[in-house]
Every structure is written in C-alpha cells, then in structure tokens.
C-alpha cells in the first residue's frame, strides 16, 4: 500500500522492485480500501504506519473502527497460518495513544491488543531493529541520529489454522 500522495514519487523505484518478486501487487490508495480474494495472502506486512491505525480522536485509547475493519478483511484474505507482521517506531508500553501518535509511534503493546482482539495469534516479536540510545518518548524525525535510527518493534501475527 502506497498514498496515492506520495506514490508519484516512488513508483519509479518500487515498481521495479515489486515485478522482481513476481507475486506483490501495489495498492494505491487508503491502507484501509484494499480488496482481494478470501484465503489468498500469505503475509500482510504493516511497515511504519500502525502508528496512524492505533490511533484517532474519536477513539481514545481503543482500536479505531477503521483499524478494525482493515484488521478484519486481513483476517479474510490471509490463508490459514497467513502473517500480519508490524515494523513501527516504538513508543515506550503505557503511553496513550494520542501522546505516542503525536510522536508517529505506537507501543508493542498496542499492537498486541489491538491484533488479538481482531482475532489474531501474537507469535512474538524481535530486537533486530532496537536502539537503546532512543529515548522512545520523542518524534522519530526529531532523533539526532537520524529518522532511521528509531527503536522500532517488528511483531508477528498469525491467522490460526
């Protein structure tokens, strides 16, 4: 999923890169208006942006209803065993909602919550992506070591068998 904002300015880069794999369709448009067939995907990856589907106004600190629904067409096109597998800017586990989406970040925890209650198995999750020199509690552009250099949690879901 790409915005169509920004897809002008990627595709000549991602484009290649996706006909190299063979099997990735690009979807331009809302992360929440994909469509495809039920039992048809074997992973969805959600990479830098659960921290704008933790999270809205209207919804506090529970799991936004839009969220709800992307979570459970996932849940429909995944085959059994498919993967949900989130990359995201980490925030420390505790933080509201508002105040981690005010920094584009999200908890681990969060994301646990808001996966299993759609239904999802939490497998576990990795430190391959950790940083302990960020402070976690600051906007991730606002690192003096760079936006790349984030902590950042990479969890995976399962659709059960």
Same mark, same amino acid.
């Given at each position: 999923?790409?915005?169509?904002?920004?897809?002008?300015?990627?595709?000549?880069? =991602?484009? &290649?890169?996706?006909? *190299?794999?063979?099997?990735?369709? #690009?979807?331009?448009?809302?992360?929440?208006?994909?469509?495809? !067939?039920?039992?048809?995907?074997?992973?969805?990856?959600?990479?830098?942006?659960?921290?704008?589907?933790?999270?809205?106004?209207?919804?506090?600190? =529970?799991? &936004?209803?839009?969220? *709800?629904?992307?979570?459970?067409? #996932?849940?429909?096109?995944?085959?059994?065993?498919?993967?949900? !597998?989130?990359?995201?800017?980490?925030?420390?586990?505790?933080?509201?909602?508002?105040?981690?989406?005010?920094?584009?970040?999200?908890?681990?925890?969060?994301?646990?919550?808001?996966?299993?209650?759609?239904?999802?198995?939490?497998?576990?999750?990795?430190?391959?992506?950790?940083?302990?020199?960020?402070?976690?509690?600051?906007?991730?552009?606002?690192?003096?070591?760079?936006?790349?250099?984030?902590?950042?949690?990479?969890?995976?879901?399962?659709?059960?068998?």
């Amino acid at each position: 999923q790409n915005s169509e904002r920004f897809w002008d300015r990627l595709k000549e880069n =991602a484009v &290649p890169r996706y006909e *190299k794999l063979g099997n990735v369709e #690009a979807h331009i448009g809302r992360v929440t208006d994909f469509e495809g !067939a039920d039992g048809s995907v074997d992973m969805i990856p959600i990479t830098l942006i659960y921290h704008h589907l933790h999270y809205t106004a209207d919804s506090g600190d =529970a799991t &936004p209803e839009n969220s *709800k629904t992307l979570y459970a067409k #996932a849940m429909q096109m995944l085959k059994p065993g498919g993967v949900i !597998a989130i990359i995201e800017h980490q925030a420390p586990d505790g933080t509201p909602r508002a105040e981690s989406a005010a920094w584009h970040r999200a908890s681990l925890q969060n994301a646990i919550d808001d996966l299993t209650a759609a239904g999802f198995e939490y497998v576990g999750n990795s430190n391959l992506l950790a940083n302990p020199d960020d402070p976690q509690n600051i906007h991730f552009r606002d690192l003096t070591s760079g936006r790349d250099t984030s902590q950042r949690f990479v969890a995976k879901f399962r659709k059960p068998e």
